[in-house]
């Protein structure tokens, strides 16, 4: 199985730092580090949605279905994922060269019921066809942009690469604008008043930010030769 | 750190020529334990307002591969405010509160009394785990069955706060004295122990922090 990205430079807590350093009042006991990092995560997993979107290549992983696994009926598990792009046939005898398999909704698998296909069924990979119609077949590989696991510590690399840090911390900034805004100074004594924060000026930062970097991955889809421009932004 | 708690007495004695009677002071137990009071009281202060008092101390877990505990009511000098705890990786550890351990990220602990317990095994492998911690101090406790000659731990520059203090409970407690003269007395010290703090407070200069946070913390300065 292969991973999108190697190791980056930026962690989590290089992200969180920053998201921090945008407002003197997103200190640890008003955004404990436990809520800080889930709302991170949801950000990481935001961020990479969109990113697939706009440059489907950027995310993908890949894993493989063997050989003893190629049984119509018999689900396959994958890996958890955000989305399964596509799946490639590999031949025993290496001819052909690997093929595109057919990857059909789960209601037109009928239509395939006498030929090689597959289908996804949650986590699960179905094929259609007969036994006798993978009898050639050495392997899949499956094409998928990985589920990214929450944040666990502030050591954690990020799965977004550098260039999305900016974008990354201004995203998690204006979750954490929405959640102290309003909050009392003094959680013992209401009586000091609440923080007044405008969460409309941490979320322009984040449209700004967030269309900076998918820009910039959008111009990336465009120094590769595509044979169609649906993808471009 | 030098004076003593007679020399403390003595000076609150001298405030007022009405603290000469020896009914008023004669009660050493009384004594200690008041002066040890108002101590505890200016360093509870200072660990608010300043890091001044602050120390770190080495401490080592029991010995289990799970739910291990650090008991600190022996420490010297005593813990007033735990500031910091970290991992002999120099990993920090985060105070949870025990029915909200979601709060934040391993490695975690939650305090009962003044002892700290693991969450989990986040403390790393099994076995003692040796820690440090920071924190701002309390005095030394004095012992109100000893001597007068105990030493306060205050620095001697701040003594005059214990008189003043003292003095203050002295012209409270001397039935029939003029008011106004314990209200003078808490004004006087509440000038003083101002002045105290803000000279803990600037010794180390100006302090750079991100934050504005709801829990007091030392001003640095500003």
């Known amino acids: 199985m292969t991973v999108p990205f190697p190791t980056?430079?930026?962690t989590y807590g290089d992200v969180l730092a920053a998201a921090r350093d945008t407002s003197p009042y997103f200190d640890p006991t008003r955004i404990p580090g436990g809520t800080a990092a889930r709302m991170a995560s949801a950000v990481q997993r935001e961020l990479i949605l969109g990113a697939s979107r706009r440059d489907p290549d950027m995310f993908i992983a890949t894993t493989a279905v063997p050989t003893a696994s190629l049984v119509p009926g018999t689900p396959f598990q994958l890996p958890q994922f955000l989305m399964v792009r596509d799946i490639e046939t590999f031949f025993a005898s290496n001819t052909p060269l690997s093929e595109p398999t057919r990857y059909l909704p789960e209601s037109r698998r009928f239509d395939m019921q006498?030929?090689?296909?597959?289908?996804?069924?949650?986590?699960?990979?179905?094929?259609?066809?007969?036994?006798?119609?993978?009898a050639t077949v050495d392997h899949l590989v499956v094409y998928y942009v990985p589920f990214v696991p929450d944040f666990t510590s502030e050591t954690d690399a990020l799965t977004v690469p550098d260039d999305a840090k900016d974008a990354f911390a201004a995203s998690l900034a204006f979750r954490f604008a929405l959640r102290v805004n309003g909050m009392p100074f003094d959680g013992m004594d209401p009586g000091k008043g609440v923080i007044q924060l405008d969460p409309s000026g941490f979320a322009a930062e984040k449209q700004a930010a967030t269309m900076n970097w998918w820009q910039r991955v959008t111009q990336g889809t465009r120094q590769r030769r595509v044979s169609n421009r649906n993808t471009l932004v | 750190m030098s004076t003593d708690i007679s020399t403390v007495i003595q000076r609150a004695i001298g405030r007022s020529i009405s603290n000469n009677d020896p009914g008023m002071t004669g009660n050493s137990s009384l004594m200690i334990a008041e002066v040890a009071a108002y101590e505890r009281d200016i360093f509870r202060v200072a660990a608010r307002e300043s890091r001044f008092f602050y120390t770190e101390a080495s401490v080592t877990s029991t010995d289990a591969p799970s739910a291990r505990s650090i008991a600190l009511s022996a420490i010297t000098p005593p813990i007033e405010r735990i500031v910091r705890v970290l991992l002999p990786t120099g990993v920090p550890l985060k105070q949870v509160d025990y029915e909200d351990q979601g709060a934040e990220l391993a490695p975690r602990y939650y305090v009962f009394r003044t002892t700290l317990y693991e969450v989990g095994s986040e403390w790393g492998a099994s076995g003692p785990v040796t820690m440090t911690v920071g924190y701002a101090e309390s005095p030394a406790v004095l012992?109100?069955?000893?001597?007068?000659?105990?030493?306060?731990?205050?620095?001697?520059?701040?003594t005059d706060l214990l008189d003043l203090r003292l003095a203050q409970y002295l012209a409270v407690k001397d039935t029939g004295r003029d008011p106004t003269e314990a209200q003078a007395l808490g004004a006087e010290y509440g000038a003083?122990?101002?002045d105290v703090i803000d000279g803990l407070d600037h010794f180390g200069g100006s302090?750079?922090?991100r934050f504005i946070s709801p829990a007091e913390q030392p001003r640095g300065s500003e």
């Open chain 1, 114 to 134: 006498q030929d090689r296909g597959v289908y996804v069924t949650g986590q699960y990979l179905n094929l259609t066809g007969q036994l006798s119609d993978w």
């Open chain 2, 143 to 158: 012992d109100v069955a000893g001597s007068l000659s105990q030493t306060v731990t205050l620095p001697d520059e701040y």
């Open chain 1, 8 to 10: 980056h430079t930026f």
């Open chain 2, 192 to 194: 003083r122990l101002s």
């Open chain 2, 207 to 209: 302090v750079r922090r």
